[in-house]
């Protein structure tokens, strides 16, 4: 069975740029999670969508960052514009009915 | 909404030793998911606990979810370098049925050999 896909893997911007990743869930799998991990502290969940409607996005900080996950399948992630505190992993995930996560490779983005 | 506090925040052990983290939680849980992340790398599901009081075991690694179901903890006996990275715990939080995890901040094992 595939893993979940990310791409790209790593990201230089500068800040007030404009950035986007893209995930490919495991095949069937109707949860997708979008988090940011910055180094030293756990996944921060930012939008979770269940098919290809949002369950929560309390924590998508909406003034610069948007999700869209078209068909339920595939979801791109944009931060528009970047500040330097987005530097961070951004991490896909997805799972299956009994709600354990698989996780993609991540993203790494540094923003300067 | 959900917190969950996670300690210790790193340990150093020497290999062969054993190695315990702890997950507590202020609310009752339903449930608590265990992850694994290797330097470098993205979390890797463990285990999930339902049941209050439950324990489970995968080779040298013991989960215990608290009678109470306010806290878990995640033990290694007789650590080997392969073990290391950061243990995270997970926890649900959101109503009517929606699961929402929420991370802890995790256990960063260093195993010296």
């Known amino acids: 069975e595939a893993g979940v896909a990310q791409s790209p893997r790593y990201k230089i911007i500068e800040k007030r740029q404009s950035v986007a990743f893209w995930c490919n869930p495991i095949s069937g799998h109707a949860t997708l999670y979008w988090y940011q991990q910055i180094l030293g502290q756990g996944p921060k969940l930012l939008i979770q969508?269940?098919?290809?409607?949002?369950?929560?996005d309390s924590q998508l900080p909406k003034d610069r960052f948007s999700a869209e996950r078209l068909k339920g399948v595939d979801s791109t992630l944009k931060i528009q514009p970047a500040k330097l505190e987005d530097s961070a992993v951004y991490l896909c995930?997805?799972?299956?009915?009994?709600?354990?996560?698989?996780f993609g490779p991540g993203t790494r983005l540094t923003v300067t | 909404g959900q917190q969950v506090m996670q300690i210790p925040q790193y340990q150093h052990v020497q290999e062969g030793e054993d190695f315990t983290t702890y997950c507590n939680s202020s609310t009752t849980l339903s449930n608590i998911q265990w992850y694994k992340q290797r330097p470098g790398g993205h979390p890797v599901f463990l285990i999930q606990l339902v049941k209050s009081g439950e324990v489970k075991k995968q080779k040298r690694l013991t989960f215990q979810f608290g009678e109470a179901k306010k806290n878990s903890s995640l033990h290694i006996t007789a650590t080997q370098t392969t073990d290391v990275g950061t243990y995270f715990c997970a926890v649900a939080r959101g109503a009517g049925g929606s699961y929402i995890p929420t991370f802890g901040r995790g256990t960063s094992l260093i195993v010296h050999p």
């Open positions: 969508f269940q098919n290809n409607g949002v369950v929560d």
């Open positions: 995930a997805s799972s299956p009915r009994v709600r354990e996560q698989y």
